[in-house]
């Protein structure tokens, strides 16, 4: 039997409601500009006759649990929060049609996609890979995992509030992609797998928070998330 050097890494996972097994967690899809105020104001709007849905991904190990202290990170003076839904792959899928997206739902979450603002935007305007800004440590803050199975979600509102204040107020009906329409075309380009997560995109709102804000958001018929900024990692 082979063993390691040291110990592996643990699986990174997240708890779902109402059982006692947690969500292992393989990858962590994200797609990027999904609703068209959040585009405009990132000054490139979405045509989407023309155009098609992009992504990145963070790492696994960039999980964190809703409810936890996470540091403010190294090397931003511009750290934002983006409120998403999330959604919880729970069946293999390859070139899966939109009309059975369905088929490898397992569930919904509450998301939040942290983001170094300003080593995003120097990346994408000198055409580099947007990891230093998006793949983030404890970036990929994640709520408790909401079986429901085979359901496409097509609305919703979908809030956060910084400290209470209210910043980002939407509905997931205004998804430029879809749910079905996210599934079929990601499923073009991965063997997607039960454990994968699919953040789904930001409404418009998104701004920066620094240390000791406490960020609080939701998603109506999902539930409900809350991350606290630490000190300056
Ligand atoms: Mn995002």
């Not at 919880?88 to 998301?111: L, N, P, T």
């Amino acid at each position: 039997m082979s063993t390691y050097l040291f110990p592996p890494p643990a699986v990174a996972a997240v708890p779902v409601r109402g059982q006692s097994e947690l969500f292992p967690v393989n990858r962590l899809f994200f797609v990027g500009r999904n609703y068209h105020a959040h585009a405009v104001e990132m000054g490139k709007p979405v045509d989407k006759t023309v155009e098609r849905p992009f992504y990145f991904t963070k790492a696994p190990q960039t999980l964190a649990l809703s409810g936890s202290t996470t540091p403010y990170p190294s090397e931003t003076s511009n750290y934002h929060f983006e409120m998403e839904l999330v959604l919880a792959v729970g069946k293999a899928g390859f070139r899966v049609k939109a009309e059975d997206a369905q088929d490898i739902i397992y569930g919904y979450a509450c998301g939040l996609d942290m983001t170094r603002r300003d080593l995003q935007l120097v990346a994408r305007d000198k055409g580099r890979p947007w990891d230093l800004g998006k793949d983030v440590e404890h970036s990929s803050v994640c709520s408790e995992i909401v079986p429901m199975p085979g359901v496409v979600m097509e609305r919703g509102a979908i809030e956060l509030a910084v400290n209470g204040e209210t910043k980002q107020k939407s509905d997931v009906d205004k998804l430029i992609w879809n749910i079905r329409e996210i599934i079929a075309d990601l499923s073009l380009f991965y063997h997607l797998q039960p454990g994968d997560l699919i953040y789904t995109g930001t409404p418009e709102g998104v701004g920066a928070v620094l240390p000791g804000d406490r960020i609080t958001g939701r998603v109506e018929g999902v539930g409900e998330i809350a991350l606290t900024v630490g000190p300056k990692a």
